[in-house]
Structure formats: C-alpha cells, structure tokens
C-alpha cells in the first residue's frame, strides 16, 4: 500500500494556506458511528472544498483507538478517497500495542517530516518517541532545531503538527518551549483534547479541534485554518452546514500575537475565502457605517480595502457577507482591533491562555474532554 508522502505543495496565487483538520478518529472497527461520520467528512470535502481553496487534509493523531491494524485499514480506506493530499501524527492511542507498525503501514513510513507551503514550513511531530501511550516523549528535538533555524533564517514562518499541548509532554516540553519563544512559530496545531479551544501566549497561536470518534460535546466536524500574510483565522464547521466565510486577513484581536503582523491605522486591507455547494456571487464587508465589495479572480478568495480612518480607536465589530448563486446568504465576522494593542499579560503554562467561549467559532468553553471536564476514555 503507498503511503503518501508531502514534501512541497504549491503556494497559491492567493498567497494564503488552508487547511482541513480531521479530529481524533479513534477508530475501531467497520460500521462504528466514528467510521460513518468520517466517510461523510470526506465526501463533503470533496464536494464542497477540494474545488479549491484548500491545500491538505490534517489527522492529529489517536487515528486508531487500540493501535490494531483493523482499525488502521479502516481509515485508510477513507483517506484514499480524498481528492486532497492529506498527512498525520502519532497519538497516544496509536501506540497502544507499543509498536509503529501499523502507523508506518497505513498513514506514514516516517514518523515525523517537514514539508513546505511557500514561505510556511509544516513540521510533522511524534510525541510518543517512545512507542508507550503514556510516554508523551519529544525527542527530535536536534532535528526540529536545525529546521526551525533555517527557517528564521530564510525569513518563513512554522506550524507544528503536535498531538498535544506542549506542557502535555513528560519528556521534551520544556526544551519545545525554548524553541516556540526562540523561533518565528505561528501555531502548534492539535488534538488529543476531545475539544474545541483556542490559546495564545502572545508569541504562538495553539488550536486544538474536537475528536470525531469520542465526542461529549457539540456536533461532529472538522476545522478549517488559514495563513493569510502570517494572521492565522480558525473555525470549526459542523458535519452538513459547509458553508463558510472565513475573514483571513485582517486579524481577529483575540488572536493577535507579537508576531502577527499589525495592522495601519489609515486604512485595512480585507481578504474573505468562501466555501458553499453552490457557487459564491459576490461577498462584502461591513463594520459600522462603511461597506465595501470584494473582488474575487478564483471565487474563493476576496479581496478590498476599507478606509477605516474615521473609526476610533477600540474594537470594532467587521462583518463578512457572502451571496451564493443560489440566494443563500452566509455570514462571518471578526473583532477588528483599531490603533494600538492593549497590554495583555500571559500564563506561563501555554494552555491556561485559551481565550474561553467563542460559539460561532465552535468554542464552547466547556473542556468536555478526557484530559479537563469529560469521561476516563
């Protein structure tokens, strides 16, 4: 059986990145609801965003609940049919019988890798060095080291594939928290919480996407990030509702970092992708008494400048409307930050900075997961 292998992708003409991320699978066995539900996500991929606007699908890790090999082909099976390149991570439930041979055989032959999206490097880490679920081992440090240096030194920025919080880690968190305060990292994006939640340090973004086989809260789906001029946009979409407007650019000031770039106080530029069944028309942007129509050369990315020089400094409410050629409206919106950030102050554990309720994002604020509020799975 191939097994898929990302070294490079094509950068888009849109100059953003965007991906998909399929939450922890713990799969089984064949005809499990968790089984359904993925062979229904990946349809609705194909349908709706490998059209266009999407770079990669992302499975971070616990793809097999026990680590079996029948669990393993189930998956795979599925991810053969998606018409998107697609990469995953080793979990703790992934190495339940102590061993990598069903991961190198169904998802990867190497169990972590670096592959690159224009000026974004992807590292893919494997927090269980040690073949044990309990282990939380990092130990290709010297290697990520070396890769992160070369990418500050050629001026890209980095996302790191993790299956779990960094202080999650009993071996190799504190050594990956030198290199996230050192290096240009814009996100550690992640699973193992069995839910939604987003944090920020005020260095680095960390996002963390609901499971998809063990799930206590919410409605199964998948998230969909993107890097759009190193500001990162995050929203959780509910299995049958793909519809999205994802305002990339500017950022929302709850995921402002020191490393997002800020934006000018005479003017903003506006870019707003679009996923729907049905082809998108025309999308605008609205925040107090200004409105503006985007441009679109792709039908996915859409792009204006609103003159924001008569809004006073403060947090403003910017509103993204998409039309489709069907006459479904889809909305989206931000908190736009206008003049100088706040000072903030930020937890040292990297976590206990998540920013809490964020519905409409799909952030409810509950923890209902094995490692917070929810079942010993």
Known sequence: MPTPIIDSLP??????????????????RPGEQNEIDLGRIVDEINAVYAKGGVDFVYIPGDIADDGSAV??????????????????????????????????????????????????????????????PDSFALEQLQWLERELQECSEAGDWAVLLLHCYPSDLKQGG??????????????????????????NDGSTLYSATRSTGQIEEGSVGYSVTTLDNNVVSWHFVELDSPELVAITYPPDERLVTKRTNSQPLNGCSVRVKTWAPAPVRSVSVKTGDLQTSLDSQDGVTWEGRC??????????????????????????S???????????????????????????????????GPNKNGKKW
Not at 104 to 129: E, M, Q, V
Not at 350 to 357: S, V
Request: hydrophobic share 35%; net charge negative.
């Open 334 to 368: 931000i908190r736009l930050r206008v003049g100088p950030m706040p000072k903030r102050s930020f937890a040292e554990v990297d976590q206990d900075n998540a920013i809490g309720e964020w519905r409409e994002r799909g952030l409810l604020g509950t923890q209902l």
């Open 11 to 28: 950068f888009s003409t849109s100059k953003t990145v965007s991906w998909i991320h399929i939450g922890d699978l713990h799969m089984t």
């Open 71 to 132: 669990a393993y082909e189930v998956v795979r099976l599925h991810l053969d049919r998606l018409e998107i390149p697609w990469c995953g991570i080793v979990g703790d439930h992934d190495v339940h019988e102590e061993r990598f041979d069903n991961f190198r055989r169904y998802i990867s032959d190497t169990l972590y890798s670096r592959f690159t999206i224009g000026p974004y490097r992807f590292f893919r880490l494997n927090a269980f060095s040690i073949p044990r």
């Open 174 to 199: 504190e050594d990956l928290k030198r290199l996230l305060r050192r290096y240009p990292v814009l996100l550690v994006d992640m699973g193992h919480t069995h839910y939604n939640e987003l944090s």
């Open 307 to 332: 003159d924001i020089t008569s809004l006073p400094n403060g947090v403003h409410d910017l509103e993204a409307t998409a039309i489709g050629e069907d006459g479904k409206e889809h909305f989206s």
